[in-house]
């Protein structure tokens, strides 16, 4: 089983950034043969996703939600087996739960919950006004 862990999440005001890391390890394949993405949960609320990055098999295309567009960016360093999300002009409706995602081998690049089978254990992103 593959092992996501993230780091980077802590309290900032409005209008703060934060830089989310996500790291791999227990790799069969190479971590660019994974498909990756980032989700949020809100207490009370569903998972929803917020950005994804595709394989190296579709050129690593990137889809983001409509609340991360213009804000956040996914990208992802495959030497070094690290996906990143850095955020600007944190929102306090941005504060969540953070988890990374990933799939080996995707034949299509859906940012939905259930098509990912590997989770990191998330970290916690607090935004203040």
């Known amino acids: 089983q593959v092992l996501l862990v993230e780091s980077g999440g802590g309290s900032v005001q409005a209008g703060g950034s934060l830089r989310l890391s996500c790291v791999a390890s227990?790799?069969?394949?190479?971590?660019?043969?994974?498909?990756m993405a980032w989700f949020r949960q809100a207490p009370g609320k569903e998972r929803e996703g917020v950005a994804g990055i595709g394989s190296i098999n579709n050129g690593g295309i990137i889809t983001y939600a409509d609340s991360s567009k213009g804000r956040f960016t996914i990208s992802r360093d495959n030497r070094a087996n690290t996906l990143y999300l850095q955020m600007h002009s944190l929102k306090p409706e941005d504060t969540a739960k953070y988890y990374c995602a990933g799939r080996w081998g995707a034949a299509s690049y859906p940012l939905k919950q259930d098509y990912f089978n590997q989770w990191g254990q998330g970290t916690q992103v607090t935004v203040s006004k």
């Open positions: 227990r790799l069969t394949s190479s971590f660019g043969e994974y498909y």
